[in-house]
């Protein structure tokens, strides 16, 4: 990636994204199954615990706040209790602002997926799809458009982008000279002609255009027939999962950027993630190109090792950094920020995991204690002693090597995935805050020793004790090396 391209997430901030579209309510409920109903062959799952995030064009409005943008959200929810959860996590999310109308008669979408054991099980939606009420929406839109840098119309078919819904906001749009990208759900593309760009999945590409295939030149045939099929519309990316995305622009040659992810865990979420980036890089002042290949980094990103489907301003500049940066700085985070990747692995079902210590010295001890943590979760985070804890803890000739320098060693490992720094003298207060499943420390202690045994226990987790190494020791290191 070149210099230009990685300062870019630095215009991000004070931009302003308006996102239109079906804003829905993702519940997830997690839970134990171990017996089939005796009443019928489905199994039985013992809910333990429920959590809520915003859906639709409510995840496309996260993204854009995550990305250091401001985030107005536009759309319909009903008088109902999800429409109220829905203006609640609104309110509550930094970056984010309500444009948001209330239709009695109308239910607002909630999808509701069981989890057990990691896996999805069952998911049950509530939902209207019935054409929405085309003078409300608009209404909403006009309001806050003046304000706005960049459109998003985000489509789920829900009912609220109706066709004469999208020629209104898009004309509008353009009128003062805004840019608009859409995320398409409808098979009928002329709907969403005079946006600036599309971004299709391959599948969705397929079936509008009914051109078939994983390969360039698929992608570049199907991006024609889109912008044959919309003679006003400026642009299509196609996003095509491992084979990454091909951009096709009037009047240029098309462009393929290959997939980033090293690693792929979920692509949910992802094309709110490319559609937010997409946005914020346009209302930056890029063109479709560099906007393009920012996205095609987030996308990597966000399906790849954070666990969650937002991603951060200052994660994308670690990873645009490439290999004349530390690699591993997307796995450091700030206490806030940390709370929020545990959130998006808890969403997706995952084992959290949590070990601390100072790890002045990293040494084969280290390294085996944090292998075993790993294999005990699916995800591990690392709380680290800051400079000024090591000192009150191990003296004022502690620590040898900085708290910057020891994160980074840290974060390169592939056993952690996680790193966040605590200042104070125990972790007790991180581990109320994370409530891990799996709280990991060595042998030479036992639970009822362990800071923070009591707060995992009493909501469920367990503690691991780690076999030690023998002869480990970072005080032994440090005394041996400065011995004539």
């Known amino acids: ?71 107005v959200l536009a759309g319909l929810i009903g008088d109902d209790d999800a429409g ?43 939902e209207d799809r019935h054409p929405a009420d085309t003078a409300l929406v608009l209404e909403t839109f006009e309001k806050a458009l003046a304000a706005a840098d960049v459109v998003v119309l985000s489509d789920y078919a829900k009912g609220v982008l109706t066709p004469e819904v999208l020629a209104a906001a898009i004309a509008a749009a353009r009128a003062v000279g805004k840019p608009v990208i859409v995320d398409p759900k409808s098979r009928d593309l002329a709907r969403y002609d005079g946006a600036t760009v599309i971004k299709p999945n391959r599948r969705e590409a397929a079936e509008a ?3 078939a295939g994983a390969g360039d030149e698929a992608a570049e045939a199907a991006g024609e027939a889109i912008l044959a099929a919309a003679p006003n519309l400026s642009a299509a990316l196609v996003t095509r999962g491992a084979a990454g995305m091909t951009l096709s622009q ?36 890029a063109d479709l190109a560099a906007a393009a290949r920012l996205a095609n980094a987030a996308a990597g990103l966000v399906v790849a090792k954070l666990g969650t489907d937002v991603v951060t301003a200052g994660e994308l500049k670690a990873v645009l950094a ?18 929020e990747i ?36 699916d995800r591990l985070v690392l709380g680290l002693n800051t400079d000024a804890s090591v000192q009150r803890l191990k003296g004022p000739t502690r620590p040898v090597q900085k708290e910057d320098a020891r994160a980074a060693v840290l974060a390169s490992l592939s056993a952690v995935d996680l790193v966040t720094l605590f200042d104070e003298d125990t972790p007790l207060e991180l581990i109320t805050a994370i409530k891990p499943d799996v709280l990991v420390k060595g042998a030479d202690y036992t639970v009822e020793t362990v800071v923070g045994s009591d707060v995992v226990l009493a909501n469920g987790g367990r503690v691991v004790l780690a076999d030690l190494k023998a002869g480990q020791s970072t005080t032994a290191l440090i005394a041996r090396a400065n011995t004539p």
């Open 1 to 71: 990636m070149d210099d230009t391209l990685a300062r870019l997430p630095d215009a991000f901030s004070g931009k302003t994204v308006l996102v239109l579209g079906d804003v829905m309510l993702d519940r997830f409920v997690y839970g134990a199954v171990d017996r089939i109903s005796p009443e019928a062959p489905v199994a039985v799952i013992a809910i333990e615990r429920e959590t809520t995030m915003l859906g639709g064009a409510g995840n496309v409005a996260r993204n854009v706040a995550a990305l250091g943008g401001k985030a």
């Open 84 to 126: 109220r959860a829905v203006a609640a996590l609104v309110a509550r999310e930094p970056g984010l602002d309500s444009a948001l109308a209330v239709d009695p008669a109308r239910r607002t979408t909630e999808k509701t997926r069981y989890v057990a054991a990691s896996h999805q099980m069952l998911r049950a939606d509530r």
């Open 209 to 211: 255009t009914g051109v």
């Open 250 to 285: 009037r009047g240029a040659a098309h462009v393929h950027l290959p997939a980033s992810a090293l690693e792929v865990f979920d692509v949910s979420g992802a094309g709110d993630t490319v559609a937010a980036t997409l946005a914020l890089s346009l209302a930056a002042g």
């Open 322 to 339: 490439g290999a004349h940066g530390d690699p591993g700085q997307e796995k450091i985070a700030a206490r806030e920020r940390m709370l």
């Open 342 to 377: 545990v959130a998006g692995w808890r969403a997706r079902g995952l084992k959290v995991g949590f070990t601390n210590g100072c790890f002045d010295l990293l040494h084969p001890g280290h390294v085996s204690l944090l292998a075993q943590a790993k294999a005990a979760c």
